[in-house]
Nanobody, 126 residues
Framework: QVQLVESGGGLVQPGGSLRLSCAASGFTLDYHVIGWFRQVPGKEREGVSCISGSEGDTYYADSVKGRFTISRDNAKNTVSLQMNSLKPEDTAVYYC???????????????????WGQGTQVTVSS
């Protein structure tokens, strides 16, 4: 069964950090573009950051640029999102996704993918 599982979410104070991880099973991530998306209840899902499978190109939404860093470990078949200087506006359910066709920018902007994880809650509050 092909699936993606996110972990690492939780409650953190403003200015704090969290590291999200996405583990894949049933397929190999090195041939896929991987993306992190987030969604707040009542609002549309938005692309946060995406990374390519070969040359390592990355894309970041303007709202997280300079604060978040995406990386991948093909040997472990995982992708991570390091989130620093967190703000209350970062509060959302975060999803990882994988696709074999989209480019980095295309995946994050078009907000489409073949496979999606179940999501992990990130709450930034005092």
């Amino acid at each position: 069964q092909v699936q993606l599982v996110e972990s690492g979410g939780g409650l953190v104070q403003p200015g704090g950090s969290l590291r999200l991880s996405c583990a894949a099973s049933g397929f190999t991530l090195d041939y896929h573009v991987i993306g992190w998306f987030r969604q707040v209840p009542g609002k549309e899902r938005e692309g946060v950051s995406c990374i390519s499978g070969s040359e390592g190109d990355t894309y970041y939404a303007d709202s997280v640029k300079g604060r978040f860093t995406i990386s991948r470990d093909n040997a472990k078949n995982t992708v991570s999102l390091q989130m620093n200087s967190l703000k209350p506006e970062d509060t959302a359910v975060y999803y990882c996704a994988a696709d074999r066709t989209w480019t980095v920018q295309g995946m994050c902007v078009m907000n489409q993918a073949d496979y999606w994880g179940q999501g992990t809650q990130v709450t930034v509050s005092s």
